[in-house]
């Protein structure tokens, strides 16, 4: 029997996935189908491996960013401190693989269950602060593993690095990338129905209660120190598994590199460029950044001033665009678009008819 949300259009339904912009059906479909094709062909179009590799690191960014999300986008928590999990991810993926009979894509599944159940005390004491205490506390995480990451080197290499074995060791290397993109883009695409899910449970609109006001969420009885550790979890369980797999794909880990404050800012900017409160924010910003990236670091080598064109790109977007690429497109749609309010302006000669019209009507 149809209810009162059944009648709704299907755009108010799609709230929170996609722009206003978007608002007609036809528009998303085709929006969606387009992004889809080029996703899936881009192995099939890139000029050569290069551009093959620079699309696998950019989806790595975009899981990373969209795995961020489940924390960042429904709490409104702002934490810099996923690259320690990352990293957890992909050394824990190394070690097991090169130690134990456990295959490639087992070992990551097993490395995020672990990188989960360390974030659950990390997420208990970090989730008491908020604000810039929390921020703190996160950043903190990341350089305590970097230090005991590069002093154990034993386990972990240390400064050398470590080498992890290839799970396709049969492969070339453009075979290699292609692989593991695809196996990213599914990734990316399990995370995103993962992020819809969440955004239309009770589980999510309770979490969006704690990033509106969180005070008066727990006013209202809601249990917000287990709603947040939750969503803390799933998303280092996340950003796990997409450490896991960039260990497999990458083959050579760093401390220096998986528990890195610069990515982890980047990660996040990402995920703020592209729009929090959409579906495909963080892969809309992980395209930008990631592809701003590779652009620069084309033109300007491996000298470190392609991060600083990148950061200046990135402090353009964020200071003229700050809730979000796709909110930007939105506010530049509507500043064309006519009768873009729902009320009306007047003009004074119609505002004097209209007078003149009522006076006229009282004689």
Request: proline residues 5%.
């Amino acid at each position: 029997m149809p209810n009162a949300s059944s009648t709704l259009p299907l755009a108010t339904k799609r709230k929170g996935l996609l722009p206003a912009w978007l608002s007609s059906p036809r528009q998303a479909v085709v929006a969606i189908v387009v992004v889809v094709l080029l996703l899936l062909l881009w192995p099939s179009i890139s000029p050569n491996p290069y551009m093959t590799s620079a699309g696998v690191l950019i989806l790595s960014y975009a899981t990373f960013a969209t795995a961020w999300s489940f924390m960042g986008s429904f709490t409104g928590y702002i934490s810099l401190g996923h690259i320690a999990f990352y990293g957890l991810g992909a050394y824990g993926t190394a070690l097991i693989v090169m130690h134990t009979p456990v295959p490639s894509f087992g070992a990551v599944l097993l490395a995020a269950v672990g990188t989960a159940v360390i974030a659950i005390p990390v997420g208990f004491a970090a989730l008491r602060l908020r604000g810039a205490s929390f921020v703190i506390v996160t950043i903190a995480l990341i350089l305590v593993l970097q230090l005991i990451f590069q002093g154990w080197s034993t386990v972990t290499g240390g400064s050398d690095g470590l080498t992890v074995p290839r799970p396709f060791p049969d492969m070339l290397r453009p075979q290699h990338h292609e692989t593991f993109y695809y196996i990213f883009l599914a990734l990316l695409a399990v995370l995103l129905l993962g992020w819809n899910f969440i955004n239309h449970s009770r589980f999510g609109s309770a979490l969006k209660g704690i990033r509106e006001d969180e005070d008066k969420a727990s006013s209202l009885g809601s249990p917000i120190g287990s709603l947040k550790l939750v969503a803390f979890v799933l998303s280092a369980f996340g950003v796990g598994i997409v450490g896991g797999l960039y260990a497999l794909w990458f083959g050579d880990l760093d401390p220096l590199y998986q528990f890195d404050v610069v990515l982890s800012v980047q990660i996040v900017l990402m995920a703020l460029l592209g729009g929090l409160r959409f579906l495909f924010g963080p892969l809309l910003g992980a395209l930008l950044v990631g592809a701003g990236q590779e652009y620069f670091l084309l033109s300007f080598g491996q000298s470190q001033f392609h991060l600083v064109a990148t950061g200046l790109l990135l402090a353009l977007v964020v200071l003229f665009l700050p809730d979000g690429a796709l909110t930007g497109i939105q506010q530049l749609i509507n500043r064309f678009r006519p009768q873009s309010t729902s009320i009306r302006e007047l003009s004074a000669e119609e505002l004097r008819a209209q007078r003149a019209g009522t006076a006229g009507g009282k004689d």
